[in-house]
T-cell receptor, first 118, second 118 residues
Framework: DTGVSQNPRHKITKRGQNVTFRCDPI?????LYWYRQTLGQGPEFLTY????????KSRLLSDRFSAERPKGSFSTLEIQRTEQGDSAMYLC????????????????FGPGTRLTVL | AQTVTQSQPEMSVQEAETVTLSCTYD???????LFWYKQPPSRQMILVIR??????QNATENRFSVNFQKAAKSFSLKISDSQLGDAAMYFC???????????????FGKGTKLSVIP
């Protein structure tokens, strides 16, 4: 168990460019979450996947944001036409939820991708 | 909507002493989970302790314990025998059970920065 990994760890881009982040969850975890954390704030929920299905999206996730988890393993988060307001730490978390045991969801976080939009 | 409030932006504690971090939350739900996460500088979020709302017994994890007061909607974290490695941002988080599907998303407070004085 190597934990949740995220790549890249840092990304600097110019306004208007597209960026894509990758998250590799803990193996066999069936849920994957994306959060955004700005300076001095706690993380804010963006979206999550149960296996390959995207089940919930926050209002924070504008139409410039898209997330995928094509095979129910790793996930990508793409931001199109980046804006300076997109500068933040993007956190990924994963969990193993056993449907017959509700409440077993404990989310384990990756190190995050820090995005800076110039 | 659920909200989580951490009223202490910063706290400090002498090494080997005890410190208590406060957290209150607002919810109309009866079934939920509460967490404390630790985020060291430039490092990833780590789960410290978890409490199920239906359990009256306060959770304990080595030097970390909580005081869960469901009626008062209070969830404080006590760190005993503080160590230098405890210095970090501490986030209180509420885990919401969405209707129907057993889906969850974490709502975080803004965090408390804990400094440990040698």
């Amino acid at each position: 168990d190597t934990g949740v990994s995220q790549n890249p760890r840092h990304k600097i881009t110019k306004r208007g460019q597209n960026v894509t982040f990758r998250c590799d969850p803990i193996s066999e975890h069936n849920r994957l979450y994306w959060y955004r954390q700005t300076l001095g704030q706690g993380p804010e929920f963006l979206t999550y996947f149960q296996n390959e299905a995207q089940l919930e999206k926050s209002r924070l996730l504008s139409d410039r944001f898209s997330a995928e988890r094509p095979k129910g393993s790793f996930s990508t988060l793409e931001i199109q036409r980046t804006e300076q307001g997109d500068s933040a730490m993007y956190l990924c978390a994963s969990s193993l939820v056993l449907m017959l045991l509700p409440g077993t969801d404990t989310q384990y976080f990756g190190p995050g991708t820090r995005l800076t939009v110039l | 909507a659920q909200t989580v409030t951490q009223s202490q932006p910063e706290m400090s504690v002498q090494e080997a002493e005890t410190v208590t971090l406060s957290c209150t939350y607002d919810t109309s739900e009866s079934d939920y989970y509460l967490f404390w996460y630790k985020q060291p500088p430039s490092r990833q979020m780590i789960l410290v302790i978890r409490q199920e709302a239906y359990k009256q017994q306060n959770a304990t994890e080595n030097r970390f314990s909580v005081n869960f007061q469901k009626a008062a909607k209070s969830f404080s974290l006590k760190i005993s025998d503080s160590q230098l490695g405890d210095a970090a941002m501490y986030f209180c988080a509420y885990l919401r059970l969405l209707s129907g599907a057993g889906s969850y998303q974490l709502t975080f407070g803004k965090g408390t920065k804990l400094s440990v004085i040698p």
